[in-house]
């Protein structure tokens, strides 16, 4: 048995999600379809984050076993010429040890999430951004971010249906700035909860917008309760970044 | 009569092109249909310029002229309600002389081309970009292009369709660059022939291929020949950035 590691780009949008889903195409799915044709034989990919509908990822990590003793190499050329025509693309493929695991094993993950700031409908960034018209101030909404950082419990941005033992997540890094009229959004910490960025940069959004004052995300954490939420930012402007491990 | 001079940002991925064709969607037909809801008769929209099938805009120039005393803002936002679901946005709208002419009045065009320039297939810049499997030399690409700038023949560049009086052009800049896998192509001039962008950047990868000398573009451009063209890129990879006009 080979373990291979390997990375993931893909566009959300086809797709139910990441996880395999009983009511539609998912990343998992085609994945695993691919990788079948290959080896001969029903195959499981697990990944470092488990992705919603709609949400990008630039640099998924996952892995599977191969039972034949393909090079890592060619299991990827052949993976990509399978996955064609679903927009998903393996970037990078590495042998690893039989106890790496792409889930267990990670200790960072990071994530961006693009705003398009402007009045114009979207047209190339069409599902690619969330479109907010009216002009945000990005570096309050950074200053505001900072109260994030750290070892919190972040139940408020949290969704009902996250299946986290805890509530309590370490918040690395959250940095906001504007690169014309896009609003960048990067964040990471060794793993969040479910709906974790999309409900922080909702009420970053908020906060950008001037409807809350930078104090009033500190004051959304310290709530603990998801009613203080202020907003819940839509799927297609996240994109899982990268997954780190230890060398 | 009122004109109004607007910017238009488009994903030419579903269109035949930018001029109105009896065989397929186009940008033109499009825009006009939305203005004619709007003013409540047909009207004539007049580019800057007549871009392909898959050819994207970021910044085309157009006008057209209103019967009706409208505000360029209202304009612009209705323009905007009714161009959905076409990825067909307006950025700017502002009323202009009445022999001010999107096409005859422009003194310069700029376009960039982006080169994905990496083995995986494409996902989310699918459409969006030409993708080229094997790893380009972007600074020879940038040394055999200046070979290209100045007042030249450009027959060799030159669609066979191309309705230009002369293939006398003069070309202002051509810069390529690296930024990270993608390999980009800046170029500006008065105006182009049909096909003369994708027709340089092709032979400009065959240079970063290293399949041709750098001195070659100097010697295809000599020839003045249209079978002296190494490639012609693809549309897709292709922006129309900005239309430029006298103060």
Chains 1, 2 share one sequence.
């Not at 986290?164 to 969040?192: H, N, Q, Y």
Request: aromatic share 8%; with cysteine.
């Amino acid at each position: 048995m080979t373990r291979f590691a390997f990375t993931l780009e893909f566009d959300g949008g086809p797709f139910m999600g990441l996880q395999r889903q009983a009511h539609g195409p998912s990343v998992q799915q085609c994945v695993e379809e691919a990788a079948e044709t290959i080896l001969g034989q029903s195959v499981i990919m697990h990944a470092a984050g488990r992705t919603d509908a709609g949400v990008h990822a630039l640099g998924m990590r996952a892995h599977l076993d191969s039972p034949k003793p393909l090079s890592p190499f060619r299991f990827m050329e052949a993976m990509n010429a399978r996955l064609k025509p679903a927009p998903i693309a393996v970037l990078d493929c590495v042998e690893v040890a039989d106890d790496w695991h792409a889930r267990f094993s990670c200790i960072g993950r990071a994530y961006q999430y693009r705003i398009a700031n402007r009045r114009a409908p979207l047209t190339l960034e069409r599902g690619r951004a969330w479109q907010v018209v009216r002009p945000l101030d990005a570096a309050a909404m950074h200053r505001a971010a900072q109260a994030l950082v750290g070892k919190h419990d972040f139940t408020t941005f949290r969704s009902t249906q996250c299946q986290s033992a805890s509530p309590l997540k370490t918040l690395d890094v959250i940095a906001v700035r504007r690169e014309g009229e896009t609003v960048l959004i990067e964040t990471s910490a060794r793993s969040f909860l479910h709906h974790q960025v999309r409900s922080m940069v909702g009420c970053l959004a908020l906060v950008g917008l001037g409807h809350w004052p930078e104090g009033r995300i500190a004051d959304a954490l310290a709530a603990r309760d998801r009613s203080a939420l202020g907003h819940n930012a839509p799927p297609e402007g996240l994109y899982f970044v990268n997954a780190f491990y230890p060398k």
